[in-house]
C-alpha cells in the first residue's frame, strides 16, 4: 500500500472519531506545568502536625530480649512511643507474613522494631536513639538458593499458620513463601533435539526503581477514631486494607487520599 494511501486513510479516520487520531492535551497538563498541582508532601496541615521516625533492626535475624522506651518517652515533645506489643497483628497483600513492628524477633536489616512520634523531626530522630533493644543475633541468611533448602535455618516458624490468597502456597517447615511450577512446551524433547545445551548460574544485585516522588504520607485522626490519609500510593484500596489490618479496626473508618502521584511502576503500590 503507497504512503499516500495511508495518509488518505489516516485522515479519514481523524474525521470520523471524535477522539481517535487526534492530538488531546493532558487533563492535568496545566497544573503540573505550572506548579499548581499539589503533591502529599505539598500539603499543609499546620503547627500541630506530628513528626514519626522509626527504631530499625541493625541485624538480619535475631530474636528480641527487651525494648526499653521509658528514656524516649521522657524526653520532651515526644507525644507517643510504640512497639509490636501495641500493634501484634500481621499484614499482608497476598501472605499475611509481616508485624506493622517486629514481634518477639527481627527478620531482615532496617526491620522496624518501635516508632516515635513527636512534635519535630528533630526531636523524634533524638528519641529514636534513646530506644535501648537487646537481641541474641540467630542465623542470617544471605543467599535465595541456600534459604530455600533443608539446611537454612527457619526465618518463619510458623509459616503454616499465616493466613493467604488461594492462589499462594507456602511449604510449611522451609523459607519457601510460595511455591508453584511452570508447565509449558515439551523440555525434555527440546533438550534432546538441541545442537548445544549451555547450563550456567547467574546472580543480579538487588535493585529498587526510583519514582520521582519519595514515599510520604500524612495521617489525620478525629475524635471518633476515624483516620483519613493521605499518601503517594497507587493503591489506595490495598492500603485501606493494609492500615485496617495493622491497626485492628474496620476498614470502614480508614479513608485513603491520593493526591497528584510522582510515578509509580509498582513503587508507590504499597
Not at 515526644?78 to 508485624?99: I, M, Q, W
Not at 513527636?118 to 523524634?124: L, P
Not at 547450563?199 to 520521582?212: A, D, F, K, M
Amino acid at each position: 500500500m503507497s504512503s499516500v494511501k495511508i495518509e488518505e486513510k489516516v485522515d479519514k479516520v481523524k474525521e470520523e472519531f471524535r477522539w481517535i487520531g487526534k492530538d488531546l492535551p493532558r487533563t492535568d497538563a496545566w497544573e503540573k506545568v505550572t506548579g499548581e498541582a499539589k503533591f502529599t508532601d505539598d500539603l499543609q496541615f499546620g503547627p500541630k502536625l506530628l513528626y514519626a521516625k522509626l527504631k530499625r533492626s541493625p541485624l538480619a535475624h535475631g530474636r528480641i530480649l527487651r525494648i526499653d522506651v521509658s528514656k524516649a518517652l521522657k524526653l520532651p515533645g515526644v507525644k507517643a512511643v510504640v512497639t509490636g506489643r501495641e500493634f501484634p497483628y500481621r499484614l499482608g497483600l497476598y501472605l499475611k507474613d509481616r508485624n506493622l513492628y517486629a514481634v518477639e524477633r527481627v527478620r531482615f536489616v532496617g526491620e522496624p522494631v518501635a516508632g516515635v512520634a513527636a512534635i519535630s523531626e528533630k526531636i523524634a530522630e533524638e528519641a529514636v536513639e534513646l530506644i535501648e533493644v537487646e537481641y541474641e543475633e540467630l542465623p542470617p541468611i544471605f543467599d535465595p538458593v541456600y534459604g530455600a533448602s533443608p539446611d537454612a535455618p527457619l526465618i518463619h516458624p510458623d509459616l503454616g499458620r499465616y493466613p493467604h490468597a488461594d492462589f499462594i502456597h507456602p511449604l510449611p517447615g522451609t523459607n519457601i513463601s510460595n511455591h508453584f511450577k511452570v508447565r509449558k512446551g515439551k523440555v525434555e524433547e527440546g533438550f534432546r533435539n538441541s545442537d548445544y545445551i549451555i547450563e550456567g548460574s547467574y546472580q543480579v544485585p538487588h535493585i529498587q526503581h526510583c519514582t520521582l516522588e519519595p514515599h510520604v504520607a500524612v495521617a489525620e485522626v478525629d475524635l471518633r477514631g476515624n483516620i483519613t490519609l493521605w499518601t503517594s500510593s497507587q493503591s489506595p484500596y490495598a492500603q485501606r486494607n493494609l492500615l485496617a489490618q495493622s491497626l485492628g479496626i474496620p476498614q470502614s473508618k480508614i479513608r485513603v487520599v491520593t493526591p497528584y502521584l510522582g510515578g509509580r511502576f509498582w513503587f508507590q503500590g504499597r
